[in-house]
């Protein structure tokens, strides 16, 4: 019919490739820039403050609001949680322990939901892949060569036909494509050159 639109989403960017039949548009959802992200982390975890931080809280909320980076979900989820929360202690507890929170405070179930459909659906070896760069630092800056040494040393599974590296090179764009890491760095090329896992995964 015309004039109709279909519209898709996905979390992967190869589920809607460009069809040659239709006039095609992705439009790649960005997360909230800082101020945004304060702001409504603030909205949603001090509504009895007007949605002020109280300046004792602010140095933990900030910590907590950057491990959301720009994630609206998180960021929602996280400041409804501690809107009933006022003690430092509860608060320290939380940007502290948070892989734990998500694993075992049930108000965090949606988020953790969400977080594992990433992780469940790739196949056996790329889920391998994602296991060891979880064993990295947080926050720590993975080099794609490095990590593509580490994997080809005692993750992959090598075939007779195609050259290690390859296979390494498929296995970390698949993961970006997932959203499993971030890019942080590209080459001249485009490339991803650097990247990291996100917090909360």
């Known amino acids: 019919m015309c004039g109709s639109r279909v519209m898709v989403t996905t979390r992967r960017e190869d589920v ?64 409804g949680i501690k809107s009933s929360k006022k003690s430092i202690a509860e608060w320290k507890r939380v940007r502290d322990n948070l892989a734990w929170e998500l694993s075992n405070n049930p108000s965090l179930e949606l988020m953790r939901t969400i977080l594992l459909l990433s992780y469940h659906n790739p196949p056996f070896q790329l889920k391998h892949c994602s296991l060891y760069c979880s064993l990295l630092p947080e926050d720590y800056e993975i080099r794609r060569n490095r990590i593509s040494r580490l994997w080809m040393a005692g993750v992959l599974e090598m075939g007779n036909d195609i050259l290690p590296e390859a296979v390494a090179k498929s296995y970390l764009m698949e ?3 997932r959203s499993l890491l971030q890019v942080k760095e590209r080459n001249e090329f485009g490339m991803p050159w650097s990247f990291k896992m996100h917090d909360l995964v």
């Open 16 to 79: 809607a490739p460009v069809q040659p039949r239709f006039v095609s548009y992705v439009h790649r959802i960005l997360p909230l820039r800082d101020n945004d992200a304060w702001e409504f982390f603030c909205k949603k975890a001090f509504p009895n403050e007007l949605g002020q931080c109280p300046s004792h809280l602010d140095s933990l909320a900030r910590n907590l609001v950057e491990k959301c980076e720009g994630l609206p979900l998180a960021i929602a989820t996280l400041g």
């Open 175 to 177: 993961l970006i494509s």
